[in-house]
Structures are given as structure tokens and as C-alpha cells.
């Protein structure tokens, strides 16, 4: 699984507790992090490089693109290139949106990059032609996240002028398409109101996992706990620090981070 960071960590967290017996390798490219405002060529070539990585160091059976930005520009090319399942997070996120919406005006946010790729447009219109999908890119909203500003009049009275389009659309559900915007949960939830449902594709990509795994007959079913790599090409202490707090105190899972400078 690899994500241009931590954000992707929801993903792996939910793949973790579905299908705890699975080996896991997550590589974050937190050296090169953000994607979501870098061209689609230069997304899909980090992507690629990615994919040769795990391939070639460590033969998985399946490949989850755990990152809006790069699943948007890059999946088609990867999926092509390698000779692995190649799992991205538009698909079972749009499945969790249609599942919810009772109006069949449904919204998706995510960054300038995912946005302008129509990549979920594109798809929204082949699952269901019949609803009618706003869409919005939020530049600012990760910064805020990195910062660890999750919850200031700032964030607030960004969420409001940049989903101002959202309301007035009337959407009843709405896409957090961005790996960092669960943690905006909150202000994002008080600006649309309580009538707009929000969604997120971790649930939901960790089951098309399994399905696809079960499918191929290549489900590790043992009584032994899998084992879970971190891998980070920028710092590993500030990914291992801020991974913690996101996969959960809890867990075991993110003790050491490896290095992988590029
Ligand atoms: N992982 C990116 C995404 O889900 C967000 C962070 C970034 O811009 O790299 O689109």
C-alpha cells in the first residue's frame, strides 16, 4: 500500500482490522509529499517508481493505492504496467457515497489535483448516471491538517467559502476524497449541516481488498497474526510520531519506520 504520506494510514488501519492476518507493507512518500498540487505526469511517475519498489523488494499479491490524488491520475497507467491486483480509493468511496444518499445529490471534495483530473466524475457517471455529483477542490485544507489545525476559525471560514457551492447544490452526502480531510470532519460536518451524511473510502476499499483477495483464492487464512512494515521516504520519526496518533495508540503496528531516501 503506498500514499504520498500518513494520510493513507486510515486505509491502512481499516485493511489492518479486516484482514488481520495479511501481511501489510506501507510506503509513504513523505519526502515528496504533497501530490495533490503536482501535475498528473509527475504523480503518476512517483507512483510508478512506487509500484517497481514494492514490487521488485517485496512480491506483494496486491497493490492499494491508498491516495486520492495518485488513484485519480496514475491508476489506470500502474494498473497496466504491473502484473498484481492494483486496488485504488475512488471506487469503493463512490460506493459508499451512492450507498447513503437518499436524494441522489451527492458531493465530493478532495484536492485541486483529484479535482481536475474529472477522475471521479468520470467514474460517478458510469456507476450512476442517474446522480447529480458537485464537486469541489479545497486547497489549504491539507495544510491546515499538517499543521495539526483541525478545528480553528480558520479551517471554519475556509470550509465555508469553499463549500458554499456544496450547499447550495443540496447535497444529502458528501465524499471526504482526500486522505487528510477526516481530521476536518467536525468544521466540514458544521458548515453542510446535519442533513449531509459524510463518507470516507477506508471502510470500503479494506472490503474490495478481501473481495478481491478471496476472489483470486489468495486470502492468507492462518491462525497467524500478519506482520506490518512502515516505510517513509522523507523523516521517519515525524512519520512514526504523527503515524501513531493516526493508526491508533493501541496498536503494535507502527514501531519502526524505515528509511527510504530517494
Ligand atoms: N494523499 C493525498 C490525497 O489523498 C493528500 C495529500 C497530498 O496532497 O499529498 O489526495
Redesign the pocket.
Given at each position: 500500500m503506498f500514499?504520498?504520506?500518513f494520510?493513507?494510514l486510515t486505509v491502512a488501519r481499516a485493511v489492518i482490522d479486516l484482514l488481520p492476518n495479511e501481511n501489510l507493507i506501507y510506503f509513504a512518500d513523505t519526502g515528496r509529499?504533497?501530490?495533490?498540487?503536482r501535475s498528473a505526469a509527475e504523480v503518476t511517475d512517483f507512483s510508478n517508481q512506487i509500484a517497481d519498489l514494492l514490487l521488485t523488494q517485496h512480491r506483494p499479491k496486491l497493490i492499494v493505492v491508498a491516495?486520492?490524488?495518485?488513484s485519480?491520475v496514475a491508476l489506470g497507467e500502474l494498473a497496466a504496467r504491473v502484473d498484481v491486483p492494483v486496488i485504488g480509493?475512488l471506487r469503493p468511496g463512490l460506493e459508499s457515497l451512492l450507498k447513503v444518499t437518499v436524494t441522489s445529490r451527492v458531493a465530493v471534495i478532495?484536492?485541486v489535483?483529484?479535482i481536475a483530473s474529472g477522475a471521479y466524475q468520470r467514474l460517478a457517471a458510469q456507476m450512476a448516471p442517474q446522480v447529480e455529483l458537485s464537486c469541489a477542490a479545497c486547497p489549504g485544507f491539507?495544510e491546515f491538517v499538517e499543521r495539526g489545525e483541525t478545528d480553528s476559525d480558520q479551517v471554519r471560514v475556509l470550509a465555508q467559502r469553499l463549500l458554499a457551492p456544496l450547499r447550495e447544490a443540496k447535497v444529502d452526502a458528501l465524499l471526504l476524497?482526500?486522505?487528510?480531510y477526516p481530521f476536518l470532519a467536525r468544521p466540514i460536518a458544521e458548515v453542510m449541516g446535519r442533513d449531509v451524511v459524510l463518507v470516507s473510502s477506508a471502510d470500503e476499499t479494506a472490503f474490495a481488498v478481501q473481495r478481491t483477495l478471496r476472489s483470486l483464492g489468495q486470502s492468507r487464512d492462518c491462525e497467524e497474526v500478519g506482520t506490518h512494515r512502515f516505510v517513509s521516504s522523507g523523516d521517519a520519526d515525524s512519520f512514526a510520531r504523527l503515524g501513531r496518533i493516526l493508526l491508533g495508540s493501541n496498536g503494535p503496528e507502527l514501531n519502526d519506520v524505515e528509511c527510504h531516501p530517494w
Open positions: 500514499d504520498s504520506g494520510g493513507g509529499f504533497p501530490y495533490g498540487s491516495c486520492n490524488t495518485a485519480a480509493v478532495a484536492t489535483g483529484t491539507v476524497a482526500c486522505t487528510h
